[in-house]
């Protein structure tokens, strides 16, 4: 089973810098997918950042070009490098992967990591 630890939330000031990291703690599996979602109060979950086994890092429309996303799929870590925020990027940030329990496709969520941007 993968469990996903999320750290490095906090308060940051508008045009600020913060990086958010995650490590698998459970026991082994093949991680086919390793990402960011995040979620701010009466919103939807989105997509931050994903890095999908074998295929380009995938960035969602509001952070590319500011955020960048980082790690190994096969060492089960994933971070997350956010520059320029802004406070819209206030929320809650999830860390997720898509892996297989044996035959089994399935996905797991961190407990989250929020993030506060001030003006």
């Known amino acids: 089973q993968v469990r996903l630890v999320e750290s490095g939330g906090g308060l940051v000031q508008v045009g600020g810098s913060l990086g958010l990291s995650c490590v698998d703690s459970g026991d082994t599996e093949k991680i086919n997918a390793m990402g960011w979602y995040r979620q701010a109060a009466g919103k939807q979950r989105e997509l931050v950042a994903v890095i999908p086994s074998g295929g380009k890092t995938i960035y969602g429309t509001p952070v590319a070009g500011r955020f960048i996303i980082s790690g190994a799929n096969a060492q089960h870590t994933v971070y997350l490098q956010m520059h320029n925020l802004k406070p819209d990027a206030t929320a809650a940030y999830y860390c997720?992967?898509?892996?297989?329990?044996?035959?089994?496709?399935?996905?797991?969520w961190g407990q989250g990591t929020r993030v506060t941007v001030s003006s």
């Open positions: 997720h992967a898509d892996y297989h329990a044996g035959l089994v496709l399935t996905d797991s």
